[in-house]
């Protein structure tokens, strides 16, 4: 998913049509908008379809999610007060991924239970098991169609769709007891201020991302990824009950790595590339190029961590980086992973420079890709997948 918060008015259906379809010249009616929903649907470029990558990267991190409730999460105490467990996945997209997380959580969280309950009460029987509720919460465009259709008919659980910005409130204070949420904190919810401004330090001219850019920028990012986690972890410090638990998995960054190092930045380096070859053949305007940025920023560590400490509302079980490719035992597949970029951030290109040059785009970033494929291949299993395990005070 792709957190984004809209700014401007409203637009006519046909004339919002028309910009994205490639009117150069009315394009900047569009609100501001950092970043937009996966692709839906199940089409070529569908993220339902395009989401192998974050399963697999989401699956190292599996046994210690199951480890985290096994040894630190007190379902009996949980349990004592509502019969009803909630959980919340937050930035849940389309896909199947969703689910076989939920599905790995409720079950840990279910001999949990049963481990906690032979022990005080060894003759109960499974008649005592609490009902777990599930809330998928993503922006509201995200496609909640192609998601539900795709529901386990076997869950154990009770579903229910939460519509809206997780960097505000989505839920009634102290009812939740488990929030997981992956592959989205890294996503801001608006660009900073400073990069749409032209006389401004941080005016990013000719680059999409922070990667290769001048310090200001990088603070820009920085300052703006802080004030989304102040406000992430105030929403959930109110609807967390206490001792309830915590996971986030997203894009990290060792402390003191150069971005132009990090494996995305590669990534980031060759879009801001292939968008300047195109303006430089007058496919697209420079001015586009100039005036577009993605609002996803790596963070590390000792960079979450301080955010936790100073909120105060959460202690940290577990904070740690790691490898999100370690299951790809071969080379990395160029065309396979471009058209999982595609599909999860696509929207955000077509909505600024038009749905006609879309193929022009990935087409060129493939082959700028390939021609550094060495340089990916060597870096792909650096330490750069961020998982912390945080718990309420």
């Given amino acids: 998913m792709a957190e ?36 839906g649907g199940n089409g070529t470029y569908s993220y339902s379809k395009n989401s192998y990558y974050q399963k697999q990267s989401a699956g190292v991190e599996r046994e ?16 004592s007060v ?58 509201e465009s995200n496609d909640f169609n192609t998601l539900f259709t795709s529901l386990p008919q076997d869950r154990q659980y009770l579903a229910a769709g939460v519509p809206g910005s997780f960097h ?28 749409q401004n032209k006389a401004s330090p941080a005016w990013n001219k000719g680059r ?26 105030n929403a959930r410090a109110k609807e967390l009950v206490p001792q309830g638990m915590m996971v986030m998995i997203m894009t990290g960054i060792p ?11 590669m990534l980031y380096d060759s879009i801001s590339s292939s968008l300047m070859d195109m303006a430089k053949e007058g496919i697209i305007e420079e001015g586009e190029v100039d005036s577009f ?5 790596a963070a590390s560590p000792e960079e979450m961590a301080g955010i936790v400490e100073k909120n105060g509302c959460f202690g940290i079980e577990r904070m740690e980086l790691t490898n999100p490719a370690a299951w790809m035992k071969g080379p990395v597949d160029i065309p396979s992973l471009v058209t999982h970029v595609r599909a999860a951030m696509e929207g955000m290109f077509s909505r600024h420079f038009g749905s006609l040059v879309m193929d022009e785009l990935f ?28 718990k309420r005070k």
């Fill in 64 to 79: 210690k999610i199951i480890e985290e409730i096994r040894e630190k999460l007190d379902m009996k105490t949980l349990s």
């Fill in 168 to 195: 505000g409130r989505l839920f009634p204070e102290s009812s939740i007891h488990f929030v997981h949420t992956s592959f989205s904190l890294h996503w801001l919810s608006k660009l900073p201020e400073e990069l």
């Fill in 82 to 139: 509502s019969n009803t467990i909630r959980l919340a996945d937050l930035g849940c997209a389309t896909g199947q991924n969703t689910f076989m997380t939920i599905q790995t959580i409720v079950e840990a969280m279910q001999r949990k239970y049963k481990s906690q309950i032979s022990q005080s009460r060894p003759h109960d029987s499974d008649d005592q098991m609490p009902e777990f509720q599930v809330f998928f919460n993503d922006l």
């Fill in 208 to 233: 999409v991302h922070y990667t290769s850019a001048p310090n200001e920028v990088i603070e820009a990012y920085a300052c703006q990824f802080a004030e989304d986690m102040k406000r992430f972890l």
């Fill in 293 to 297: 940025n993605l609002a996803f920023y």
């Fill in 4 to 39: 984004g918060d809209q700014e401007g008015k409203l637009l006519g259906s046909a004339d919002l049509l028309n910009i994205i379809n490639g009117d150069h010249e009315n394009r900047a009616k569009l609100p501001v908008t950092s970043s937009l929903p996966m692709n």
């Fill in 363 to 390: 087409g060129r970033l493939t082959h700028k890709l390939q021609d550094i494929s060495d340089l990916i291949n060597s870096t792909c299993h650096e330490k750069v997948q961020l998982f912390a395990v945080l």
């Fill in 255 to 265: 402390k003191g790595m150069p971005y132009s190092q990090f494996p995305t930045g």
